[in-house]
C-alpha cells in the first residue's frame, strides 16, 4: 500500500517470502520472481475463496469511493497490470484495477486482485514506469497472498475458525472478523507494516523490470511525493530512531533495485504520447457520466429540475459575465441575455472566481487540484495537481489562478505555517514560520473545514479586486503579501489592531473592516495606509467583497438573515437570506424564492427585474424528500425553496418556499413544514394538488411542534421527570393519541417509509425497566447478552396509533452509528453501521441473524423486502431471508428510495433528477462483480 493520506485499514496483509517457479517472459536475464507460494504460510483459502474474500472487501470499501468510470483511464493502468502480470508466476488471481475519485494520494489493493489508484496519485505520475511501480507494488501485496495469510491468522486467533466454505460463508466470516477485530485488545501487525511493505516492494520491482519498464522509477516516485529529499538513514540513525519511516523504504527500494541482474529493465524513462494523453485526461478530473446498466419499466426526467441553493454568485470585473455556483456545478451565464454560456462539473469545488483581466474562470477542488477554464472558449484551459509537503488545513487560490494560499498546523509546536505555493510548479515561493498561534477554538473549526471538505475560510484569505494583494491572518497577527513581487506590505496600526473583526478589500485601495473593541472605529479605511474614511458602525461578522463597487461588501452575523448587504454611501445595511449575492456598480444579482436568479438595479428599485432559471444541476445529497402514499406525487427541497412533481409525466404541478418536512394527509394533500426566513414566521402550510391550492394552517404553530418523520409531533414536559409524545393531525391540531415516557423525551427514530416508530432506552432507565418487569422474555434476553454494557430496549410504535408493535433487548454493535440508522421490516431489525454494514436482528429472540453491505434505504413490509444502497449509484433488493433477489446500477447517485405497487416495484430517484421505475416480478440477472 502507498499513501500519504493514512493507510486504509481493510487490508489482510502479512506473510513471509519463498521462491517459486522461474517467471514468465522474454526477460529471463531477470531471474526468478520472488513471490511467496500461496501456502507459505497457513492458508485456508482456495483461489475461489480469496475471490470471494476479495469482494466482501470491496463490498465493504468501496462506498468509501467514487469509482472513476471513464473506461479509458481505467484500460491504460489495465494494460500495465496485464504487461506485469506475465512476469509473475502463473496464478488464477484476475488483476484489476481502478481510478478513485480521491483527493488523497493513495494505491491500495484487496484480495482477489483488486487495486486502486486515486486520481491524485496517478496525476502526479511522470511517465508509465512510475505507474508500473506503483501497480507492481499492490500486485506483490495480492501475489504473496498477504491478504489470505492475515485472515486466515486471525479467523483462528479471533474466532477460532479453520475452514471456510461458498461464497456466503466467506462473507459471514469475513463480517465476523471485522466484528472481532473492533474487538481484539491484542491486534497483530499487517502487511502495512514494515515486513509486508518489503515483501511488495520486492515483487513489484521485480515485475516491473521483468516487464521493461525502468526500476528506478518507484524510488523516484516515493522520494518526489513523500518529499524524502534521498535521504535514506542508516544503521547508525535507525539505531538512534532518527532515520524517518519514509527515508528507510526509500533505503530498501534502493537496495532492492541495486540487487537486481545487470540488464534487467529499462535504463531511462520516456513518456509515450499514449502516456501523455491518458495523463492529461487524469490530471483535466472531468466527469464522465455513467450509463445505467439496469434497464427501468419507466424513466422519467424531472421537469423543470430542482434548483439547487446557489453558494455563489458573481460578476466578471468587467461586468459582461456572471458565475452561479452551487454544491454539483459552476454555470457562466452571459450578463447582457441572462442565458447560460457553459457548465463546469464542480464537485468538492471550493468558491470559484473570475480572473482580473475577466477571460478566465479558475477555482480549486480538495487536494490542492486547480483548474482555470476560458470563457471565451468554453472549455478547460490549464489543470494542475500541487502537493504541498505539509497538510494546507486551507488553501484558497489568488484571482489569476498562479498561486496558492496555503495555511498549516504544526501541532508539535502549536502553531499555523503560511506559504505560497507556485500552480504551475508547486514550490514553495514565499513562507513564514511560524504564523501565529492558534487557539484551540480556530484549531478545531480548522479540522472540522478540512475533514468535511468544505473549503470553508476559517482564517481570512482577503484578496484585492486587482488580484495582486493578499491579505490574511487574524487581529494584531495580520499580514499582507504583495504577490507581484511576493514581499510583505508594511501594515499600519489601525489595519493590525483597531481592525481586530472581519475584514475584506473594498476595490484593490480600501479594506472594510470590524473593530471589536470600539463599533466607531469600524468602517471603511483606506489600503494600505490604513485612514479611516468612513466611520460605520458593523455588527460582528464575516466580510465578503462584491465584485466591482466602491459602496457595498456583504458581512454576515445579521439577526434573522444569512448575511447583510452593507451600503458605505447611506450606512445602511439590509438582511439577505442568502450569501449568494453579488454587486456590480449598482446592478445586484442574487437567488430568489423559486430558485431563479434575479438580476436588479440597485440605483432603481422600480425598474423591470430581469429573471433566468438556471438548467440542471445534479441533485446534492442533503435535500429533503418526500412521496405521496401510492407514488403518484414527490415533493423535493432545498434549504430555500422545493418543488412537488407528478411522477407520471415528471412535470413540476406547484413550486414552493423551502419546507424541511412533509405530512401527505392523502394522495393529493400535503402538509410542508416551512422554516423561519429571514423575516418570514415558520409556517404550515395545506397543500392541495387537485385542483392546486395552497393555505396556511388555521392554528397557531408551536415551536414545540414540528413535523417529523411524516407525522405533526410534540414533546411536552409532565411533571419533574416524565414527557408525553402527542401526535396531533396537522389538519386541525387534534390529538391523535399520546404517549408517556416516566423519565424524560425517549430517543427514536422512525423505518424509512415511517409506517412505525423505533424508539431505543438506556438498561438503566425507568422506561427499559418497566419493559423489563412486565415481559419475562426481555429479561431472558438480556440476561444471555455476554457485553450487558451495550445492551439497548428497543420498544417499536405505531405511528397512527401509538401503540407498541414489537420490543426487544439489543446489544448494540461496535460499530453502531446511531438511533437515525434503525428500521424495522416486520420481525427483523436493521442496524446501520459506521463501518457500512447493516445487522440485522430478530425480535423474537434478540439474537443477529446476518449482515449486508450497505445501509437501508426502502422497506415494504407486505412483501417483506428491504432495499439498501452500498456503493452510490448501486442498489440491492433482499428477501425475509437475506437472499439477495435484484441489483441495480443507476449510473448515477441515489438520492431517494420507495417500494410501491405492493412491494413489486421499485422507484429510484437519482442525481440526474430522474425517476427510474424497476420491475421486481422478473428473475435477477447475475452481473459481474
Known amino acids: 500500500m502507498i499513501s500519504r493520506a493514512g493507510c486504509l485499514s481493510v487490508a489482510f496483509l502479512g506473510g513471509c517470502l519463498c521462491i517459486p517457479s522461474l517467471a514468465q517472459g522474454p526477460s529471463q536475464v531477470c531471474g526468478i520472481a520472488p513471490v511467496a507460494d500461496e501456502h507459505a504460510q497457513a492458508n485456508i483459502f482456495s483461489a475461489q475463496q480469496e475471490e470471494w474474500l476479495g469482494e466482501a472487501m470491496a463490498d465493504r470499501v468501496e462506498s468509501e469511493y467514487r469509482l472513476v468510470s471513464d473506461a479509458s483511464l481505467n484500460a491504460h493502468l489495465q494494460m500495465i497490470v496485464d504487461k506485469l502480470a506475465m512476469h509473475l508466476p502463473p496464478t488464477q488471481i484476475k488483476f484489476r484495477v481502478v481510478l478513485v475519485d480521491s483527493a488523497d494520494i493513495n494505491g491500495f489493493s484487496l484480495a482477489g486482485g483488486r487495486i486502486y489508484l486515486t486520481r491524485k496519485l496517478a496525476a502526479l505520475a511522470q511517465n508509465d514506469d512510475e505507474l508500473a511501480a506503483v501497480l507492481g507494488h499492490e500486485m506483490g501485496h495480492i501475489a504473496s497472498h498477504q491478504f489470505t495469510f492475515e485472515a486466515t491468522r486471525d479467523l483462528k486467533r479471533l474466532l477460532n475458525i479453520t475452514s471456510v466454505g461458498d461464497r456466503a460463508d466467506?462473507?459471514?466470516?469475513?463480517?465476523?472478523?471485522?466484528?472481532?477485530?473492533?474487538?481484539?485488545?491484542?491486534?497483530?501487525?499487517?502487511?502495512?507494516?514494515?515486513?509486508?511493505?518489503?515483501?511488495?516492494?520486492?515483487?513489484?520491482?521485480?515485475?516491473?523490470?521483468?516487464?521493461?519498464?525502468?526500476?528506478?522509477?518507484?524510488?523516484?516516485?516515493w522520494n518526489r511525493v513523500f518529499f524524502v529529499g534521498g535521504k535514506t538513514g542508516n544503521k547508525i540513525s535507525d539505531f538512534f530512531r532518527l532515520t524517518k519511516p519514509n527515508e528507510k523504504r526509500l533505503r530498501g527500494m534502493q537496495a532492492l533495485i541495486v540487487a537486481l541482474p545487470k540488464g534487467c529493465g529499462a535504463e531511462k524513462s520516456e513518456v509515450t504520447t499514449e502516456f501523455a494523453m491518458w495523463h492529461r485526461a487524469v490530471v483535466a478530473d472531468q466527469a464522465v457520466v455513467a450509463a445505467a446498466t439496469s434497464p427501468s419499466m419507466k424513466e422519467v426526467v424531472l421537469t423543470p429540475p430542482l434548483h439547487m441553493d446557489l453558494d455563489r454568485l458573481r460578476f466578471s470585473p468587467d461586468g459582461k459575465t456572471i458565475l452561479a455556483q452551487d454544491q454539483s456545478s459552476i454555470f457562466v451565464i452571459a450578463g447582457d441575455t441572462l442565458k447560460v454560456e457553459f457548465r463546469m462539473d464542480a464537485r468538492r469545488a471550493f468558491p470559484a472566481q473570475f480572473s482580473p483581466d475577466s477571460q478566465r474562470v479558475v477555482f480549486t477542488t480538495e487536494g490542492l487540484h486547480t483548474e482555470e477554464w476560458s470563457i471565451t472558449d468554453k472549455s478547460l484551459k490549464t489543470a494542475q495537481e500541487v502537493v504541498a509537503k505539509e497538510t494546507c488545513l486551507q488553501s484558497q487560490l489568488s484571482p489569476d489562478g498562479k498561486t496558492l494560499v496555503c495555511i498549516t498546523l504544526d501541532p508539535e509546536f502549536w502553531q499555523t505555517n503560511l506559504y505560497l505555493l507556485d500552480v504551475a510548479t508547486g514550490a514553495v515561493v514565499w513562507q513564514k514560520k511560524p504564523f501565529f498561534e492558534p487557539t484551540g477554538w480556530i484549531v478545531s473549526l480548522m479540522l472540522t473545514a478540512y475533514e468535511e471538505g468544505e473549503g470553508r475560510e476559517v482564517l481570512p484569505v482577503k484578496f484585492s479586486a486587482d488580484g495582486n494583494v493578499v491579505m490574511t491572518g487574524l487581529a494584531n497577527e495580520k499580514i499582507a503579501i504583495d504577490l507581484r513581487t511576493r514581499t510583505v506590505i508594511k501594515l499600519p496600526w489601525s489595519l493590525i489592531d483597531t481592525v481586530s473583526g472581519g475584514y475584506a478589500f473594498v476595490g484593490s485601495n480600501r479594506i472594510a473592516g470590524v473593530s471589536l473593541e470600539d463599533h466607531k472605529k469600524s468602517g471603511l479605511y483606506s489600503f494600505p495606509e490604513g485612514q479611516l474614511l468612513k466611520s460605520m458602525g458593523l455588527p460582528q461578522g464575516w466580510l465578503t467583497s462584491v465584485s466591482a463597487s466602491d459602496n457595498y461588501a456583504i458581512i454576515s452575523g445579521i439577526p434573522d438573515y444569512e448575511a447583510g448587504l452593507i451600503n458605505f454611501s447611506t450606512g445602511q445595511i439590509n438582511g439577505l437570506r442568502s450569501q449568494a449575492v453579488d454587486v456590480w456598480n449598482s446592478n445586484l444579482i442574487g437567488q430568489i424564492g423559486d430558485g431563479s436568479i434575479t438580476l436588479m438595479n440597485l440605483s432603481d428599485p422600480k425598474a423591470q427585474q430581469k429573471r433566468m432559471d438556471l438548467p440542471l444541476s445534479p441533485l446534492a445529497d442533503s435535500q429533503s424528500m418526500s412521496m405521496s402514499p401510492e407514488g403518484k406525487y414527490l415533493a423535493i427541497s432545498t434549504r430555500y425553496h422545493g418543488g412537488i412533481w407528478d411522477l407520471g409525466a415528471g412535470k413540476q404541478v406547484l413550486a414552493t418556499k423551502g419546507f424541511q418536512s412533509v405530512h401527505w394527509g392523502k394522495e393529493s394533500e400535503l402538509f410542508v413544514d416551512i422554516p423561519k426566513q429571514g423575516s418570514n414566521p415558520r409556517q404550515i402550510m395545506q397543500i392541495e394538488l387537485s385542483p392546486v391550492k395552497g393555505t396556511p394552517v388555521t392554528y397557531k404553530v408551536d415551536d414545540n411542534i414540528r413535523i417529523r418523520f411524516g407525522g405533526l409531533y410534540e414533546w411536552k414536559t409532565n411533571g419533574k421527570k416524565a414527557a408525553d409524545l402527542i401526535r396531533h393531525n396537522p389538519a386541525d391540531n387534534a390529538v391523535l393519541w399520546t404517549k408517556n415516557f416516566s423519565d424524560g423525551r425517549g430517543s427514536y427514530t422512525a423505518s424509512v417509509g415511517w409506517g412505525d416508530l423505533i424508539f431505543n432506552y438506556q438498561m438503566n432507565s425507568g422506561m427499559a425497566?418497566?419493559?423489563l418487569k412486565s415481559n419475562p422474555n426481555l429479561a431472558a434476553q438480556l440476561a444471555a447478552l455476554k457485553h450487558k454494557e451495550l445492551a439497548r430496549m428497543i420498544e417499536v410504535v405505531d405511528a397512527s396509533n401509538g401503540k407498541t408493535l414489537s420490543e426487544m433487548v439489543l446489544e448494540l454493535p461496535l460499530n453502531f452509528s446511531g438511533t437515525n440508522g434503525l428500521n424495522r421490516m416486520g420481525n427483523l431489525l436493521f442496524v446501520d453501521g459506521a463501518d457500512n454494514r447493516t445487522m440485522v436482528y430478530s425480535f423474537e429472540t434478540g439474537k443477529q441473524l446476518r449482515q449486508l453491505f450497505g445501509h437501508v434505504v426502502a422497506v415494504d413490509g407486505e412483501a417483506k423486502r428491504v432495499c439498501t444502497v452500498n456503493r452510490e449509484d448501486e442498489t440491492v433488493v433482499y428477501d425475509e431471508q437475506g437472499n439477495e433477489t435484484a441489483h441495480f446500477h443507476m449510473g448515477s447517485p441515489l438520492r431517494f428510495a420507495r417500494f410501491t405497487e405492493h412491494g413489486t416495484q421499485l422507484m429510484l430517484l437519482t442525481a440526474d433528477q430522474k425517476m427510474r421505475t424497476m420491475d421486481l416480478t422478473k428473475p435477477m440477472v447475475a452481473e459481474a462483480r
Open 769 to 771: 425497566k418497566e419493559f
Open 170 to 221: 466467506v462473507y459471514a466470516k469475513f463480517q465476523a472478523l471485522m466484528d472481532a477485530e473492533m474487538r481484539d485488545k491484542h491486534p497483530q501487525p499487517s502487511g502495512d507494516d514494515d515486513t509486508g511493505q518489503d515483501e511488495a516492494d520486492k515483487i513489484g520491482v521485480y515485475a516491473a523490470a521483468a516487464a521493461g519498464y525502468r526500476p528506478q522509477a518507484e524510488a523516484d516516485f
